[in-house]
């Protein structure tokens, strides 16, 4: 509970009305990613006393049958606590966006005018039915033949049914609307129930309105998003605000496996702020010709010129050829690479004396972008890579254990040790976005050595699966693979902690991204 | 489906008894979806002594789909798109909004509302907009010299851009000169 009055207390009051209002929020549970062991907090310079590191956010994970069940219970107390019927309750409930205190609170003081506003007659007449009115014309389609069905809404705005149906369907069907369909009369914002569209359409299209209703409540609601993978029916709740969103990178995880963004739903993207995101990808989209060439998947040795292609996720090169190692994203010594003078994460900014004219100025801005994509560029391709060589290597390994007979190996680890390339690899591709838009200042340094201190952590396990089935069978390998996993995820660790501490301080400068725009 | 009856009673309304202002017409008489109206620029007005072509398309699904309008004459205007298409800002036909008991009639009298009194708080022309809240005598000024340009003498409806205008034309074969300087 205290952690959550004090997720709640930064929050400014502008939202505090909506805020003490979600009494459902009183639940939310700390949430530790299972990658990243607790204990290695203590050890963090400088963390103060803070239970939860800064770039770990609280959330909640909802399945389909507990979203049902919460609007459900909303409906049953407002029906009781108000004295109307279910259906007028849920229309009331979906107007004030489930805020259910505001409801409760308006309603005591003018019914009239909040049914009146939320679509709902207040005269309670008999309930809508189907009828044959002699001499009825229908507005709509004006057909005025004798023995015309036609219904009407407490509003009496009759037309015939065909036409209402046909709304209706197009309201569904069409525009995925739910919970403010309309009575099809200009003017008239009486909204249509549940009950009155159970007896006109059919029951698919009574299916799909049920399945837009739930929806409204997800989509409703800031605390809550939809899981945006393919398939999965769970919705997030989060706490974290849109105007917070430069200050905290809100990564989410779904029961089904998926990690992603509340605040912009791309896929987890820390250390980089979602508009960070937004402008980087924006500009790679826009300049994907001149970057084209970087995500080949070949390269020329750089010592002897052969081709070589690259099938793994490891930036760790061997000519086949000339036995020249070097490293596929600056194509510089690997020899280098291993030492404390590594440096193939930084931009090396070029005296400003060789780039006076405008032209030297624009190569030296498309070399430094260069620079950062195809670092970019190339995790994203490398997680790919150490995926594919993941896969080949388990079904490997099930294969010798078959063949040779030998006691059963515990894979677990390289799924671990997989899981964990994936995770840190993703981090380290958003690093190069966030660091292209990093201002120079003293923490820019910090920043770099916790880049580079990862990226070598990250090329050390990717290294890993180049090893043959045989030398990955040997348990003190498996070890070192262990090790190798546990240290990664500390770095990684380290960096978002660093990061987000700068960011959610509001010392981190990012010169180039602009605030976001307003969108109309 | 019965939009036919439906349809033909508006395009009976609307030309029997037009409202002022407003000039009904089929350009093919075979296609009761497309429709040209000439809208007169309300008196004391920027438009006042423009004459405007509009371009009304009826979707299959009218009316339980909101019909499509168009400026085929430029216009000066904060709602309307300063270029060849004109396109049209207007609440009423926006999907959420459309009722299938509007008549073209109150769509027709909403357009011409809008040359009476744009909506600069939710424009199409952000620039032309800010003019109108800032500048009422510069805006009143470009408005009136589009009018002068574009709105003068027989009005055009040229097939909007990715259009077949063949068929198009032929209903206003004699109207040509006047308008077409606009589509430079
Ligand atoms: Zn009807
Ligand atoms: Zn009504
Ligand atoms: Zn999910
Ligand atoms: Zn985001
Ligand atoms: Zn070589
Ligand atoms: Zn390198």
Known sequence: MDTDDDFMSAVSSEYDRQDSDNDDMSGVEDFDFDDEPDTFIDSQKEIGHRRKPAYDISFRVFQPADIQRQQQDLIHEVNLILTISKEEAAILLRHFRWNKERLIEDYMDEPSAVLGAAGLASNSASSPKMEIIPGFVCDICCEDEPGLESFALKCGHRYCVDCYRHYLSQKIREEGEAARIQCPSEGCNLIIDARSLDLLVTAELTERYHNLLQRTYVQDKETLKWCPAPDCQNAIECGVKRKDLDKVVPTVACLCGHRFCFGCALNDHQPAPCELVKQWLKKCADDSETANWISANTKECPKCGSTIEKNGGCNHMTCRKCKHEFCWMCMGLWTEHGTSWYNCNRFQEKSGTDARDAQA????????????????????????????????????????????????????????ASQALQTCRQTLMWTYAFAFYLARNNLTAIFEDNQKDLEMAVEALSGMFEKSVTELADPQLKVVIMDKTTYCNKRRVILLEDTAQNLAEGMESLGEVASPSACG | MSSQKRIAKELVECTASPPTGITVSLPNDSDVHKWHVVLDGPEGTAYAGGRFGLVVSLPIEYPFKAPAVTFATRIYHPNVTNDSLGSICLGLLKSENWKPSTRLLSVLEAVRNLLA?????????????????????????????????????????????????????????????GASGGRA
Do not use: C
């Open chain 2, 117 to 177: 009194e744009p909506q600069p708080d939710d424009p199409l022309e952000a620039r032309i907009a800010d003019e109108y809240r800032r500048d009422r005598r510069e805006f009143d000024k470009n408005a009136r010299s589009y009018v002068a340009r574009y709105a003068k003498g027989p009005v055009k409806f040229d097939a909007p851009r990715g259009e077949p205008a063949a068929g198009e034309r032929e209903g206003n074969g004699g109207d040509g000169g």
């Open chain 1, 361 to 416: 100025k624009s190569r030296v801005s498309l070399e430094r972008y260069l620079h950062y994509y195809n670092r970019y560029a190339n995790h994203e391709q490398s997680a790919r890579l150490d995926k594919d060589i993941y896969n080949k290597t388990e079904k490997k390994m099930v294969q010798l254990q078959k063949e040779s007979g030998m006691s059963w190996i515990e894979v677990q680890y390289l799924n671990s």
